[in-house]
């Protein structure tokens, strides 16, 4: 059965370009859009779906990381079991350079109608063909954008999408990006029938990867999908992660030592280095580097009104850090289908667990809600804290960051289940500020369950926070 979930802004993006592109008049109809993100967010299907529904000629190209001539030949295959009119050109012509295949592929494509030609995992081609930019600008340049063709150039390896783009590369300017994000709560919460405070919970432990939220029964809960996705080895919510993962990393690479390390809650560079079985420095820095321009590791600073150096490494998915947490050490006992041992385990570790995973998404929603009634506009919704955790502020509101001129609020996050924001989490806060600043600094709860306690600026709770991710 045919089910595709949430995307109606990036299908109307992409629909629009092909209007632009069916109604232009100039010599260069052609656009060209850049979708890059991270893997298994849905960019392929995204695409797919766009095509299902547009009823145009289209070719759907997947690189595969193999070498150029193999590449090559699986674009061959492509066209020819296409539906484009002089397809069988190609064949007849059998170019061995990607510059005469490009070239041979404009020739082909419709003058008197729009067309949508896909470049699927642009990186691989980039790492393969020699000097594949530059064949794909002059191509470009000459060729395709004279064409009625909307170009669809999709990667997962963000770094090296964000360079395709770049001043000094050879396809600068020439195409749109488009930054294909996971589905937000508000997407979550809408297409599932969730609650909002589910609907938090569904975003950290699926991560709003589309292919894992198609398992969640509309109106189900969280026990109801673990339940059904650890009864079956093969389910996305087990599966993704190592197959992402794979695709990032070799065997026997660093990254993967160091990404086990902070998955398994260590946060700073010398605690990293130890569970990560020692590294020197230098190593670690490196690995550390490589995680970050790939976005699957965040490095944050507290945001204050002074220079700190306490910077602290987190999992930037949550569901990365979920599945490195609870199911990535316990495969074995899954796919043995003792499963229920898993979610045991999970049900005991989740109200702990959860209240740190849930406070990069609660910043966000806070920095996408403001300004409201309550709170002024931030540049920077962050945290704060010292080396040795005596002063441990969970949303820092400022100017900008992680140096402020301003501090705008301060605040406490309460996430759990049957517990409200009380006196003694007020004392706390207001102690916390007292050592940050001498200044009346607004103060903010955030509850998952309400407060029962005055004295406080703003009150957020999930049906507040969920607001910050509707569309506009």
Sequence with gaps: ??????????????????ARVRSADAAQPGECIL??????????????????TADVPSIFFAAAGLPAADELSELAEVIAASALPDRELFSVEAPTQWSAAFRLLAEMLPDDQPSVLVIDEVPYLMDSVDAFEGVLQRTWDRLLSRKPVLLLL???????MESLNSYDRPFHQRGREMVLGPLTPADLADMLDLAPAVAFDAALVTGGLPLICRDWRRGGTLRDFLKTSLSDPTSPLLVSAERSLAAEFPPRALGSDVLRAVGSGERTFSNIARAAGGLAHTSLTRAMQVLMDKGIVAAELPVSLRPSK??????????????????????????????????????????SWRGR???????????????????????????????SNDIEIDLVGADRGPLAKELLFLGSIKWLDNSRFDSHDLAALQRHRSLLTDDPVPLVAVSRNGVTVSGLDAVYGPDELLAGWQPL
């Design 310 to 351: 306490e910077r602290r490494y987190r999992i930037a998915d949550p569901y990365l850090r979920f599945w490195l947490t609870f199911l990535a050490p316990h495969m074995a006992e899954i796919e043995r289908m003792r499963g229920d041992l898993t979610l045991v385990r999970i049900k005991e570790n989740w109200s």
């Design 35 to 52: 979708i890059r993100g991270r893997r298994r967010v849905g960019k392929s299907s995204l695409v797919e779906e766009f095509l299902r």
């Design 154 to 160: 999709v990667g997962s390896d963000l770094s090296m």
């Design 1 to 18: 059965m045919h089910r595709f979930i949430g995307r109606t802004r990036e299908l109307g993006v992409l629909t629009d370009a092909l």
């Design 357 to 387: 995973a849930v406070e990069p998404l609660i910043r966000e929603s806070l920095a996408r809600l403001l300004p409201d009634d309550q709170l002024p506009g931030t540049g920077v919704v962050g945290g704060y804290w010292t080396r």
